[in-house]
């Protein structure tokens, strides 16, 4: 069956621009991750929604920052006001209710010049 | 920081040999998982072993988790060229984990 997929794969733009990146999770998974990954670093935490409960955006680095799920399925992650240190893979991932292992999206190549 | 450490940070063989990667971790945790990143994209899941697990096989991979010493171990035997990729460890209490900063293995023909 189909992946996570996140669009666009790439993304460049000014900084100062706000810019939305896009997950479709796999149909049927509840919970769905944020992360952001720099250049040769692990993964970074942002936020994660499981089902209708309030998300955990305990991982966002400022309120630039803000993600949403709309219906269970797809998220939106939109940063505003972006800044050159924003510059990097925001990955997605989605896993099952008390499933522990999460499917990887692609990811989004941002760069802010 | 909760982040753990992986040693080591690179890792180049020769195909045809096993590659053995660490991974520490400060917290308690219930499981704990190994992933690949090819050309920093998407993760692909490997391995998961549980809090009471000690060692588990899948295929080429052997994991093994020592909670006493809150460490883990990855072991690819028999690596080939395709190997050749960033590994991972993730491991948590609940279903947040945590990543290591990953380790780069390199596989020469």
């Known amino acids: 069956g189909a992946g996570v997929s996140q669009s666009p794969s790439n993304k460049v733009t000014e900084k100062g621009k706000d810019v939305e990146l896009r997950c479709d999770p796999i149909?049927?998974?509840?919970?769905l991750y944020w992360y952001r990954q720099s250049l040769g670093q692990g993964l970074e935490f942002l936020i994660y929604?499981?089902?209708?409960?309030?998300?955990?955006k305990s991982g966002l680095p400022s309120d630039r920052f803000s993600a949403e799920r709309t219906g269970g399925s797809v998220s939106t992650l939109t940063i505003q006001r972006t800044q050159q240190e924003d510059s990097a893979v925001y990955l997605c991932?989605?896993?099952?209710?008390?499933?522990?292992?999460?499917?990887f999206g692609p990811g989004t190549r941002l760069l802010v010049l | 920081s909760q982040q753990g450490e992986e040693d080591p940070q690179a890792l180049s063989i020769q195909e045809g040999e096993n590659a053995t990667m660490n991974c520490s971790y400060k917290t308690s945790i219930n499981n704990l998982q190994w992933y690949r990143q090819n050309s920093g994209r998407g993760l692909v899941h490997l391995i998961l072993i549980r809090s009471n697990e000690r060692e588990k096989h899948s295929g080429r991979l052997r994991v093994t988790l020592d909670t006493s010493k809150k460490s883990s171990s990855l072991l690819i035997t028999a690596s080939r060229a395709a190997d050749t990729a960033s590994y991972f460890c993730a491991y948590g209490a609940n279903s947040k984990l945590t990543f290591g900063k990953g380790i780069t293995l390199s596989v020469r023909p």
């Open positions: 991932a989605s896993s099952l209710t008390g499933e522990r292992t999460q499917y």
């Open positions: 149909s049927g998974h509840t919970a």
């Open positions: 929604f499981q089902g209708n409960s309030a998300p955990d």
